[in-house]
């Protein structure tokens, strides 16, 4: 079993920053990818961006050049810097942990983009 946190989220105005952080707990030995979905009202939810337990990573579209995905303590704690926050980027942002079996998800962070 895996638990996931996210925290970071909150109410910063476009250009700005932030950083989103998921702790894991339980077998996070056993995470082999970590990744950060979002979701916004009325949409389907997306792929924001992947680490794997190699290092390796990815991004979605919509936020190549602006966000970085890292890591600490293996994927025990994965993070998401988001920088040049868009209005667009307004979503829930779910932290996701694979194992070799099973997936399991977050509770979320909101985060606002506005002025």
């Known amino acids: 079993q895996v638990q996931l946190v996210e925290s970071g989220g909150g109410l910063v105005q476009p250009g700005g920053s932030l950083r989103l952080s998921c702790a894991a707990s339980?077998?996070?030995?056993?995470?082999?990818?970590m990744r950060w979905y979002r979701q916004a009202p009325g949409k389907e939810r997306e792929l924001v961006a992947v680490?794997?337990?190699?290092?390796?990573?990815n991004y979605g579209d919509s936020v190549k050049g602006r966000f970085g995905i890292s890591r600490d303590n293996g994927l025990a704690t994965v993070y998401l810097q988001m920088n040049n926050l868009k209005p667009e980027d307004t979503a829930v942002y779910y932290c996701?942990?694979?194992?070799?079996?099973?997936?399991?998800w977050g509770q979320g962070t909101q985060v606002t983009v506005s002025s």
């Open positions: 996701n942990a694979l194992t070799g079996t099973m997936r399991y």
């Open positions: 339980g077998s996070t030995a056993s995470i082999i990818v």
């Open positions: 680490i794997t337990s190699g290092g390796n990573t």
